[in-house]
C-alpha cells in the first residue's frame, strides 16, 4: 500500500511541473527565402512539430505532429490547429493565413514546449521544424538558419524580405 502512494505522489509530482513548465522562446522564423511563390494574397504555415504516438483501440499504433496552438504575437489564442491532413497520416497541416506576425506554441523535439514567433507573408509558405528531422540545403550559412534545441528549425524572416 505504500509503494502505490508513493508512485501516485510522484505520478502527481511529475504532472504538475510538466503542466508548469516554462515554454522556449526561439528566434522568429520566416518564409524559404528561395521558396516556391503561390501568388496568393495570404500565405501558408506548416508546422513540422514533435512527432507523438497515436492509438485507436486494437489498431497499430502511428505517429502524427503534435497539434499546436496559432496565438497572436502577444500570445492570445487565435485557434488550435489539429496537425495532421487525415487520421492516419503524419503530414502536418498547411493553413493559410493573412500576412502578418503570429505565435505557434507546441510540442518540439527534445523538449517539453515551444514559443516560436513566425512571420507570414503574401504567397509565401512559411514551415518550421521542431521534429528535429529537417536538414537544410547544404553549404547553407549558419547566419540565415534560426536553430532550436540542437537542430534547425526555419530560416530568418530577413532574408525573404530582401528578395
Not at 5 to 24: Q, R
Not at 28 to 43: H, L, M, R
Not at 135 to 151: D, F, H, K, M, S
Request: glycine residues 10%; neutral net charge; contains cysteine.
Amino acid at each position: 500500500m505504500k509503494m502505490i502512494s508513493v508512485f501516485i505522489i510522484g505520478g502527481a509530482l511529475s504532472l504538475l511541473l510538466a503542466g508548469c513548465a516554462t515554454p522556449v522562446a526561439l528566434a522568429p522564423v520566416g518564409p524559404n527565402p528561395d521558396g516556391f511563390q503561390t501568388g496568393s494574397a495570404d500565405g501558408q504555415l506548416e508546422v513540422f512539430s514533435a512527432l507523438q504516438t497515436r492509438t485507436a483501440g486494437l489498431d497499430p499504433s502511428w505517429y502524427q505532429h503534435a497539434d499546436y496552438y496559432l496565438c497572436n504575437p502577444e500570445g492570445q489564442r487565435l485557434r488550435t490547429v489539429y496537425n495532421a491532413t487525415g487520421y492516419y497520416s503524419q503530414s502536418p497541416r498547411v493553413v493559410s493565413l493573412p500576412a502578418g506576425k503570429y505565435l505557434v506554441k507546441t510540442r518540439a523535439n527534445g523538449i517539453l514546449w515551444v514559443e516560436v514567433p513566425v512571420v507570414i507573408d503574401a504567397g509565401h509558405v512559411t514551415r518550421v521544424h521542431l521534429d528535429g528531422k529537417w536538414q537544410p540545403p547544404a553549404n547553407t550559412p549558419q547566419n540565415e538558419l534560426v536553430n532550436g534545441p540542437g537542430y534547425p528549425v526555419g530560416w530568418r524572416p530577413e532574408l525573404a524580405s530582401s528578395n
